[in-house]
């Protein structure tokens, strides 16, 4: 009898280690995304039209941009929905991803404690703000997870003519020598933290600190209004066109790795520079304010 | 396999360059790691003693739910100190989230039931007669205790170091308590998850032969101490 | 009286282990506690050693009535040392394990190196020292153990079985610390031993236990025996083998009955006395002033017979023998 029980709870255990049998008959699609699209919540808006459009349904992994492209890069995913447009062409040149199609954009935006110790409540110079920052050694909280924001977050810095530490890290690959670099202004472990982790991660964490950050409007809105107790934060700094944060949707090109779904991955890149999708971003708002703004009908501006 | 190799060789880059921001979160996993299991065998060694020697309603019961404690996920750990210390928490005031005081809080509630549990079972393997013995020589109670604790130091000093070793590998507390801030509360372990979520696998593991290498390390510093208690 | 006893009882999950009417044991005596497995003597000693508390009764010690419930015991023991049935020391050197009682009671360091060095000489183990406590055999350990209970300077010292499972070495070795202790130090010495040969080797005083009460004699010659009717006030204890012995005693039903070995008579002829049976000689072991014979009447019989008698009586092993148990040589059991 204990033999038989043994036998159940192994075989059943083997089904569930066998991928693809539990939905084998389905049609999943596997997208990366940044942390920031998924707390926006427009992708659980959008999505679900997709799938009952195409009956595709898709999987999303949200991560920082680094993360995701480099799922992208070893074909854990067919399609790769990312804000960092340098690095995306970078994808797309490299031959990774097949082609890049421009989606929508946000805007980023400069967050800050009420009492604003830096003063820099109403700037419309995003560098110049940070300067303030800087130079009066407020707490700033960087995402410092070589994401789409903090990769942003760099350029605004480089733009501000303070000196940058660069720091760099060495990896070996393929026995050769890689360097990584990010770059930072003086005052690591001071007054600037890097914490390395997700968009709402770092929301909280300024919070609790009472600290500075710079967030996509789209999560900081979801943050501030979507939930009892609001976020104890403000927009201090807004309106810059260096804080201007397009979004791109790049499949996995089959030549790289043949086994993703491109031609699933195609279509949903297709459906979602198509009239429709494009209405429905544009319709979507985040307690009240548009949080999206579509590329292609830019007349919805 | 070349993965692994590209790992171990970063790895020994890594620890080869000696570099001060590398430094930093080796000494700061090191520092949050270490107090925590100070402070852990304060409270446990002596709860564990008091447990195993004495006779009271529920003792059982409590036993049982010590060894339920051990499988105490890091991220439940986190979430109840988090309600607490969170600026909209009771302790909100005292500004600890995000500190390594914060982890360190964290990490004691995680190993103060192993610290104690695995003190009940070394004390409770200690032969009946050094209390008998201890006693009929003369000892008061605390002389006695000392004595018994003395007999029971290998079984201790195993506890003492389980704990060490669930401390410094684990990674929920530090990130949600620590919060993963470069220079304050960045630990080897959040480190790892960091370069993971930012696609440098390579770096990841490396991190992680850093980490065992390590914790090698101090096993062997315990061991050495060990021999030497070993009269 | 160095202890007394009233109905001292000890129970341990409902079971009676020790039931003492009475007792006292005088000072500065070498006192046996005898018995076999079981008959309370573990129990008696850690009372003795105020280790543990009687579940009820009372008890002196030098004349001073024991509160067991107070905080009293703590001085007490600084009086009292107990050396256990295989005695466990702590897992350090030698010395420091004779050193351990000298620290506890802050003896001045360098006084206490003095004492260990010659406690170790009069255990005869001065050359192990600086040997590891756990390393050692099980009599060097008992020998040790003797020395770290000397270290306490005590008025009374218990030994719980020292000389089982040690080699005949060591037990010469333990038997004349015994007795060198009792002599030299003035220490009263109370052990316990099932080895009767030793009891009568260097005790001045014999105990007996029985199933944790005190019985008159040894518990050797015991046998589990059915109680018949005879003429008030007499009764037949019927042994197993069909042995009928004449006793006189209230109990009923199944018992078990003690003979003492001392008053057995042996004889070469029969006689219609009570109680006589014939019987083969079988063993003899020559016992310091005595001689112990083993007698086969169907069962084996253990009768002790002064030496001066014995010889008297010419007697060889395969001999036919009679045997005379008197009245007083039988005790009843419960």
């Known amino acids: 009898m204990q033999r038989q029980i043994l036998w159940i709870i192994t075989v059943t255990m083997g089904l569930f280690m066998i991928p693809g049998i539990a939905n084998a008959t389905e049609n999943v699609l596997k997208m990366a995304t940044t942390t920031s699209t998924e707390n926006s919540g427009l992708l659980d808006m ?4 997709f799938t009952e459009e195409t009956g595709i349904r898709v999987k999303v992994f949200a991560k920082g941009t680094g993360a995701a492209i480099r799922d992208g890069m070893d074909g854990n995913v067919d399609i790769v929905f990312v804000h960092a447009k340098d690095r995306e062409e970078r994808f797309v040149a490299d031959g990774y991803g097949a082609y890049r199609l421009g989606v929508m954009h946000n805007d980023f935006v400069i967050l800050g404690p009420f009492t604003d110790p830096a003063e820099i409540k109403g700037m419309h ?75 709402g991660k770092a929301l909280t964490y300024a919070e609790e600190k009472q600290a500075y950050t710079m967030a996509d409007r789209g999560t900081y809105l979801k943050y501030k209004f979507g939930r009892k107790g609001g976020l104890d934060l403000e927009i201090l700094c807004q309106g810059d066109n260096r804080l201007f944060n397009p979004y791109g949707i790049i499949p996995v090109d089959p030549k790289k790795h043949p086994h993703v779904k491109f031609q699933w991955a195609d279509r949903l890149a297709n459906w979602l520079v198509s009239p429709k999708a494009q209405h429905l971003i544009a319709q979507y708002k985040i307690e009240g304010q548009q949080a999206f703004f579509p590329d292609v009908i830019s007349t919805l501006k | 396999m070349d993965f692994f190799i590209d790992s171990f060789l970063s790895a020994a880059s890594l620890i080869w360059s000696m570099d001060p921001e590398f430094l930093v979160v080796v000494y700061v996993s090191l520092k949050v790691s270490s107090t925590s299991t100070l402070i852990a065998s304060i409270v446990g060694v002596p709860t564990g003693f008091l447990i195993a020697f004495t006779e009271f309603r529920g003792r059982r019961l409590l036993i049982t739910i010590l060894n339920t404690l051990l499988s105490l996920p890091t991220v439940v750990v986190g979430l109840f100190v988090y309600a607490f210390i969170s600026r909209r928490g009771v302790f909100g005031v005292y500004d600890l989230l995000y500190t390594q ?43 006695t205790a000392w004595l018994i604790l003395r007999e029971a130091r290998f079984g201790i000093a195993a506890a003492i170091i389980a704990a060490f070793g669930r401390v410094i590998a684990e990674v929920g ?59 | 009286m160095l202890y007394a006893m009233k109905n001292v009882k000890k129970r341990y999950e409902g079971r009676t282990v020790l039931d003492l009417e009475a007792l006292s044991l005088g000072k500065g005596k070498i006192l046996v506690l005898q018995g076999p497995n079981g008959a309370g003597k573990t129990t008696l000693l850690e009372i003795m050693a105020f280790l543990s508390s009687p579940t009820s009764g009372e008890m002196w010690f030098d004349g001073r009535k024991v509160d067991f419930t107070g905080n009293s015991l703590m001085g007490l023991r600084q009086k009292v040392v107990l050396v256990q049935q295989h005695a466990i020391l702590f897992t350090t050197t030698v010395s420091r394990n004779v050193e351990l009682p000298l ?37 060097e350990t008992q020998r040790v153990a003797i020395a770290q209970a000397l270290a306490c300077y005590p008025e009374v010292i218990l030994l719980d079985e020292p000389t089982a499972n040690v080699d005949v070495e ?61 003429e008030d006030p007499w009764k037949y204890s019927v042994l197993q083998n069909g042995l009928r012995l004449r006793v006189q005693s209230e109990k009923l039903g199944r018992v078990r009955i003690c003979i003492d070995p001392r008053a057995v008579r042996l004889s070469r002829s029969g ?58 040589s039988i005790e009843v059991l419960g």
């Open chain 2, 173 to 231: 507390i530090s990130m949600m308590l620590g919060g993963n801030a470069k220079g304050f509360t960045r630990t080897m372990t959040t480190a790892m998850a960091l370069e993971y979520d930012k696609g440098l696998f390579v770096l990841s593991v490396a991190l992680g032969i850093v980490l065992l290498t390590v914790s090698f390390a101090v096993n062997l510093f315990f061991n050495y101490f060990q021999g030497k208690a070993r009269v």
């Open chain 1, 125 to 199: 110079d995003a560098p110049m703000a940070l300067k303030k920052i800087a130079e009066k050694g407020a707490a700033f909280v960087s995402r410092g997870d070589d994401s789409g924001t903090h990769t942003k977050e760099q350029s605004l810095w480089k733009a501000t003519g303070l000196p940058l530490k660069t720091e760099t890290v060495q990896i070996v690959k393929n026995l050769k020598k890689h360097s990584f670099s990010s770059q930072h202004p003086e005052g690591l472990g001071q007054w600037y933290h890097s914490i390395g982790q997700g968009m």
């Open chain 2, 101 to 143: 005081k914060a982890m360190v809080i964290g990490q004691v509630i995680l190993i103060v039931p192993i610290v104690t549990t695995f003190t009940i079972a070394a004390i409770s393997r200690i032969d009946e007669r050094y209390r008998k013995t201890a006693l009929t020589l003369g000892a008061n109670l605390l002389q």
């Open chain 3, 103 to 139: 620290r506890i009671r802050k003896t001045p360091k360098r006084a206490r190196k003095q004492i260990v060095e010659d406690l170790l000489n009069l255990v005869g183990m001065e050359a192990l020292g600086d040997a590891r406590a756990h390393r050692l055999s099980g009599g």
């Open chain 3, 170 to 230: 060591n037990q010469m070795a333990i038997e004349r610390t015994i007795r060198d202790i009792n002599r030299t130090k003035g220490i009263s010495v109370i052990f316990t031993t099932h080895d009767m040969i030793q009891a009568s080797r260097i005790a001045e005083e014999t105990v007996f236990l029985f199933e944790g009460k005190k019985a008159r004699s040894t518990y050797e010659n015991i046998f589990s025996a059915h109680m018949e009717l005879d």
């Open chain 3, 271 to 328: 006689s219609s006395e009570d109680n006589t049976f014939q019987g083969r000689l079988v063993q003899l072991a020559d016992e310091e002033n005595r001689v112990r014979a083993h007698v086969d009447v169907g069962m084996l019989l253990s009768v002790l017979v002064p030496k001066d008698v014995f010889s008297g009586m010419d007697l060889g092993v395969g001999d036919p023998v009679w045997i005379t148990c008197p009245a007083e």
């Open chain 1, 46 to 49: 959008l999505l679900p039209h």
